[in-house]
């Protein structure tokens, strides 16, 4: 994770205008947990239409599984709770042939490593095809001319030969293409991309971004976009989440988040690397651990690494507040935050 | 492709060779043929003229050409006991043998492979740890033993069986379920680890993601890639046909090919003992190659070595 990226000047790309308003997912107060540990703690968050939402935090924060948790694609032994709405429609706990409509349907998902992602044995064309048939009802001919125009859009090089090649043939970068593809059969309303290019080199992790912010400008689906990056987020999205121990610290929207970080984890993200200058996108470790979610503080899960702490913050699980329009933050020192904020709240840097 | 194949061939023909050499040694150190034919008390004229008749007088390395070709054209010589042929013999008590391997082979199939999936499906379920449990009994009971269990309930407090011998379909009962019972319980662990190793990958989740019904997850996109693992130990199994009732035929009386190898080890049949063993290690070497070729057939990863297409 130590690939620079160029500073937007501004967020990528805007909503269509041509889309109508409103929400399109509502999550709310979604908590999961394994064997009584709760490892995602009360989610509350909603996606308008067209939106492109972009999620960072560390590696165990919980951005996989609220989305993973919101399509019902943990194991069974997962215990999820709360509401995930798409439109007024309750996705957890619907029946799986209903799930199955929605999901490769109007929320399709993508994956880490697109290699792995792909079945190893069975031919790309009758991967794709699979969610031809059952999302568009296409069947025979129609499907293999789909499926090529579809790999063309995704700029998969070669394409009619390359409909009857195996994962195995193709490159990351390529396989990573026919994950797109795929999510693009379904004709979704949203695509949710989990780390869609941490497995990728540099290059090849540019050009899929470009592909989704192209995508999305001209389908109007929206995106969600999980990251390590704060800046592969920023550039491809509006609007920045900001997760940390299984809950959401921050959002606002994606150009603010670099001028004006309010939330104290946020602010150590950025920290390292003066503002308004040279590269300020890298995520940059922070003293001491993420809390294990079994042994999580009673108070703010942040505590124990936030200079900023008082001695409330070990008694009182700080709620996600608004705090101006279009922003929140879940801060106990909220009203101090702001005076701060180019100096470092961490207590020591270690990068 | 082609390569692939070429070369799996190539390693088939040199694993007999092998097997070949290596009789040919085992049954040079065993001793000299000589003594154990004609017996410790023959005149040297007689065991000279043994070993003139026999080559055994040519160096070493001229004999171990002569009982290459030999055994290329299948001269695998004279049973000691019953006179003719070794071959002969052993092939003649091959059918009994398959009598019992084949409907067990379809035992183990039909129980072992639907019960592993069943159990892997319905992870740590009742049933699950019922197959599981039946499983690690039926694997870890020697046959011997489940086969004279099997002969004191059924055959001797029920009399519904007979308890050994050949003769009626009757008397394949209790040898077939004996050996079927180990096998299906070792393909039943098998299979269902191979399915939860195959259900734990990240194509399962992108299926599921899809929006495909789950009947439909497991039946095209677990099930072709459980069975590359599996089609190995099935392997194992078909390549164990004739090799594979040893104890159940001697605990059954059965005439089958396991009968004839005790009995002629027992008696020092060298020449039978031989042949049996060349044609197990070719029952296997050729089960081995027929695996290959499922696997370049099953698994594209394989038989593909063209990627340069990637970049
Ligand atoms: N199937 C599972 N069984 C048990 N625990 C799990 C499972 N999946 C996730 N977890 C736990 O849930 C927490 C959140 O995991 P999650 O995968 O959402 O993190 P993440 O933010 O996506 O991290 P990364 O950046 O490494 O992908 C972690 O503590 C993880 O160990
Ligand atoms: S609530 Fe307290 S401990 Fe948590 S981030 Fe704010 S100041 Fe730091
Ligand atoms: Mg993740």
């Keep these: 994770m130590t690939v620079q990226h160029p500073i937007p000047a501004a967020p990528a ?63 069974k032994t997962a215990e999820v709770s709360g509401s995930v709405r798409l439109d007024e429609d309750e996705l957890l706990g619907l029946h799986a042939s209903r799930l199955n409509r929605v999901r490769g349907g109007r929320v399709a998902m993508i994956f880490q490593d697109p290699s792995s992602a792909l079945n190893p044995v069975i031919r790309i064309g009758r991967q794709i095809g699979e969610v031809l048939a059952r999302h568009q009802g296409m069947s025979g001919a129609s499907v293999r001319a789909e499926a090529k125009r579809l790999f063309d859009l995704v700029g998969l090089p070669d394409s009619a030969r390359r409909i009857d090649a195996y994962p195995h043939e193709l490159s990351g970068g390529q396989n990573q293409r026919v994950m797109i593809a795929m999510a693009l059969a379904g004709k979704p309303d949203v695509l949710i991309a989990d780390e869609p290019t941490t497995a990728l080199d540099a290059t090849i992790q540019a050009q899929i971004l470009d592909l989704l912010t192209t995508i999305r400008k001209e389908t109007g689906m929206a995106l969600v976009l999980i990251s390590h990056d704060l800046g592969v987020v920023s550039e491809t999205c509006e609007r920045i989440m900001v997760m940390y121990a299984g809950g959401i610290v921050e959002t606002a929207p994606s150009n603010l988040i670099f001028e004006t970080p309010r939330h104290p984890y946020t602010q150590g993200l950025l920290a390292a690397v003066p503002p308004f200058e040279g590269a300020v996108e890298r995520l940059v470790p922070i003293e001491g651990q993420v809390p294990h979610p079994a042994n999580m503080p009673t108070g703010c899960a942040f505590a124990p690494r936030c200079s900023r702490h008082m001695s409330e913050c070990e008694k009182i699980v700080p709620p996600l507040k608004s705090i101006a329009a279009g922003r929140a933050s879940a801060c106990l020192a909220e009203e101090g935050a702001q005076a701060e904020r180019h100096s470092s709240p961490i207590k020591s840097m270690s990068a | 492709m082609f390569r692939y194949f070429i070369i799996r061939i190539l390693r088939a023909l040199l694993t007999v060779a092998l097997v070949v050499t290596f009789a040919f040694i085992v049954l040079r150190l065993s001793g000299d043929p000589a003594y154990s034919i ?153 299979v269902r680890s191979a399915m939860l190793e195959v259900l734990g990958q990240p194509y399962i989740r992108t299926a599921n993601a899809k929006g495909i019904p789950w009947t439909a997850v497991v039946r095209d996109h677990a099930l072709p890639n459980a069975a590359i693992p599996t089609v190995t130990i099935v392997g194992f199994m078909v390549g164990n046909l004739i090799a594979g009732s040893v104890v159940v035929e001697s605990v059954f009386s059965w005439p089958g090919v396991g009968n004839l190898l005790v009995v002629s080890v027992a008696a020092r049949d060298l020449s039978v003992v031989q042949c049996i063993l060349l044609l197990v290690a070719a029952a296997m070497v050729l089960s081995n190659l027929v695996v290959d070729f499922l696997y370049g057939f099953l698994d594209p990863r394989l038989s593909n070595d063209n990627t340069a297409g990637r970049h």
Excluded: C
């Design chain 2, 38 to 190: 004609m017996g410790d008390n023959a005149s040297p004229e007689a065991l000279a003229a043994f070993r003139k008749e026999w080559g055994l007088d040519q160096p070493l390395w001229n004999q171990y050409l002569h009982y290459f070709a030999a055994i290329v054209h299948g001269e695998l010589g004279q049973s000691m006991r019953g006179g003719g042929p070794a071959l002969d013999l052993v092939l003649s008590r091959i059918p009994a043998t398959l009598m019992l391997t084949l409907p067990a082979l379809l035992m183990k199939l039909a129980i072992g492979i639907p019960a592993g999936i069943y159990a892997a499906l319905h992870r740590d379920s009742l049933i699950d740890r019922a197959v599981m449990v039946t499983a690690v009994a039926g694997y870890s009971v020697p046959s011997f033993v489940l086969g004279l269990a099997l002969v004191q309930l059924l055959a001797i407090w029920l009399a519904w069986l007979p308890t050994g011998g050949a003769g009626s379909p009757l008397h394949l009962i209790l040898p077939i379920v004996t050996l079927g019972v180990g096998g299906a319980a070792v393909l039943a662990r098998f």
């Design chain 1, 13 to 75: 790309s805007k909503i269509p205008a041509t889309l109508s308003p409103g929400r399109l997912l509502t999550i709310e107060n979604l908590t999961v947990g394994f064997n009584g540990v709760r490892v995602l703690r009360g989610i509350d968050l909603t996606l308008a239409r067209g939106e492109a939402l972009g999620v960072v935090g560390e590696s165990g924060s919980g951005k996989s599984v609220t989305w993973l948790a919101a399509l019902g694609l943990l194991p």
